[in-house]
Every structure is written in C-alpha cells, then in structure tokens.
C-alpha cells in the first residue's frame, strides 16, 4: 500500500500562486511515475501534469507555461508549483501515482485550490 496526502491547497486571486505538494509514505516512492490531477466544479477529472520516475515531465495544454511538476525522491515527495492562477484552476487537485503508463494505482485524498477574480 502507498499513501498520498496533499497540501497547499487554498484561496488565491487571479494571477497569484501556490504551490502543492504530496507525501508518499511508500520508501520505493523513486519508482513510481507521478501525476497531478483536479477536477473542476461540474468537470470530469483531468489529468494536468506528470512526472516519470526518469523525471520526463508532461503537462495538459491549459497549464503549459504557469505550472510546473518536480519531484524530490529524497523526501518521497512531489510538486507542483503553480503561476498565474485563473479563475479556471479552480478545482479539487489530488496526487496519484503510478507504477506505470496506465491507471494511476494509488491516490491522494485532494487539496481545494479556490482562485477568485
């Protein structure tokens, strides 16, 4: 079993940033390929970052440029640093990871990112 818990969730303006995080309990946590998901108010859940455990990084369309995804194996912990929030981001973001390319294997509880105009 793996355990995901995430912060840094909260309320932000338009423009502002936060950055999340997650911490795996698993030790082998350098093994499995990570990724952010949200899912907004009335939206299916959307995948908007990852990062494999060979730290290739990918990340949805909408988030390119504002967001990025890192890991730091040391502490079992992943990131994303988010810039520029928009009204947009707004969404519940849970952490996942994956011991490979398919369905994420374990999930996070989520963290709320509110961010208001």
């Known amino acids: 079993q793996m355990e995901l818990v995430e912060s840094g969730g909260g309320q932000v303006q338009a423009g502002g940033s936060l950055r999340l995080s997650c911490v795996a309990s698993?030790?082998?946590?350098?093994?499995?390929?990570m990724n952010w998901y949200r899912q907004a108010p009335g939206k299916q859940r959307e995948l908007v970052a990852g990062?494999?455990?060979?730290?290739?990084?990918d990340y949805v369309d909408s988030v390119k440029g504002r967001f990025t995804i890192s890991r730091d194996n040391r502490r079992n912990t992943l990131y994303l640093q988010m810039n520029s929030l928009k009204p947009e981001d707004t969404a519940v973001y849970y952490c996942?990871?994956?011991?490979?390319?398919?369905?994420?294997?374990?999930w996070g509880k989520g963290t709320l990112v509110t961010v208001s105009l």
């Open positions: 996942a990871a994956a011991l490979g390319g398919g369905a994420p294997d374990y």
């Open positions: 698993r030790i082998m946590f350098s093994i499995f390929n």
């Open positions: 990062i494999s455990k060979s730290m290739n990084t």
